[in-house]
């Protein structure tokens, strides 16, 4: 009556170790949902980074005061009559 029941319990053992081991197995779909979270997360933070740049370059292209912005804050532009003052920051 022992060697039925090893038997049987063996089978089940063979037979769950694809479940939780093997290619498919329940540990693979894990790590793949996990990565898949991951992944979508970056493609959110990337799609409103995209948007933020597309928004400025429409700024850019329809308007000269954005231009104009750019030009002030990172090349020092003035426009004639005026002084430019530059105050360092601690």
Same mark, same amino acid.
């Given at each position: 009556?022992?060697?039925?029941?090893?038997?049987?319990?063996?089978?089940?053992?063979?037979?769950? #170790?694809?479940?939780?081991?093997? &290619?498919? @197995?329940?540990?693979?779909?894990?790590?793949?949902?996990?990565?898949?979270?991951?992944?979508?997360?970056?493609?959110?933070?990337?799609?409103?980074?995209?948007?933020?740049?597309?928004?400025?370059?429409?700024?850019? &292209?329809? @308007?000269?005061?954005?231009?104009?912005?750019?030009?002030?804050?990172?090349?020092?532009?003035?426009?004639?009559?005026?002084? #430019?003052?530059?105050?360092?920051?601690?």
């Amino acid at each position: 009556m022992r060697w039925p029941i090893l038997i049987l319990i063996a089978l089940v053992v063979l037979l769950q #170790y694809p479940l939780w081991l093997g &290619k498919g @197995g329940w540990l693979r779909v894990w790590e793949v949902d996990r990565q898949l979270h991951a992944q979508r997360e970056e493609n959110l933070r990337l799609e409103q980074r995209n948007a933020a740049l597309a928004a400025e370059v429409n700024d850019l &292209k329809s @308007g000269n005061e954005a231009i104009e912005e750019r030009a002030r804050f990172e090349l020092g532009l003035t426009r004639p009559g005026e002084i #430019y003052v530059q105050i360092p920051q601690r």
